[in-house]
């Protein structure tokens, strides 16, 4: 099996798999057909695991040879140890998530760092959208009506720093990006919120090292 370099990754999925260390221990929550487990396997030797309810997508990823189990990530989660990962990942999925506090906090007991992805609902594009138009805006990082988004909460960049001192957690890195339909990044430093269309943040525990 040749080493994946990760080109066919979505665009959050190689910024995650940048931010991974070469031999960690990787949980990976609605891990979709496994790629950037695949990935991580190939190019940098990464023990990892993941839990997806797609019944479709876990035969998939176990026909290349992953682990993968088929199952809800709050129920799952549960039932493993404390500190039994280095990198829990959750590649937007938290707006899709019912209880997004106790997956967090899930998230940061069975694993050392947490890194999380989302779109930011505070875009300028959306914000125009629903000033222009008056409605609910279905975009490129929002494509889906009111009546069959998956997601059922929106977050900006901002909201999600204020909840990190809610619940609390510690951000320790970020990176706010706008992708190029030629599979591009660019990253976004000037006014992030209003002017990034994603968002990447690891995270850990207040009292980790």
């Not at 487990?37 to 839990?51: E, Q, Y």
């Not at 409605?135 to 998956?150: C, G, I, K, S």
Request: with cysteine; net charge neutral; proline share 5%.
């Amino acid at each position: 099996m040749h080493a994946d370099t990760g080109a066919e990754l979505r665009f959050d999925l190689r910024i995650v798999a940048s931010w991974i260390e070469p031999g960690s221990r990787v949980l990976d929550l609605g891990c979709g057909d496994g790629r950037l487990l695949r990935v991580l396997r190939d190019a940098k030797n990464v023990r990892g695991l993941g839990i997806e309810h797609d019944e479709e997508e876990v035969v998939a990823a176990i026909a290349q040879g992953l682990s993968v189990i088929h199952g809800d990530i709050n129920q799952e989660l549960t039932g493993f140890p404390d500190n039994a990962f280095d990198y829990v990942v959750v590649s937007q999925t938290l707006q899709q998530a019912y209880a997004p506090t106790e997956l967090i906090r899930q998230m940061l007991r069975v694993g050392r760092l947490g890194i999380v992805s989302f779109p930011n609902f505070c875009y300028w594009r959306i914000r125009l959208q629903m000033l222009c138009s008056g409605h609910v805006p279905v975009t490129r990082e929002l494509p889906f009506h009111w009546y069959d988004t998956p997601n059922i909460r929106v977050l900006s960049l901002e909201d999600f720093r204020r909840y990190s001192r809610a619940v609390p957690f510690t951000v320790r890195r970020s990176l706010a990006v706008n992708p190029s339909a030629g599979g591009g990044l660019r990253e976004v430093r000037f006014w992030p919120n209003l002017a990034a269309s994603y968002g990447i943040f690891m995270i850990s525990g207040t009292q980790s090292g």
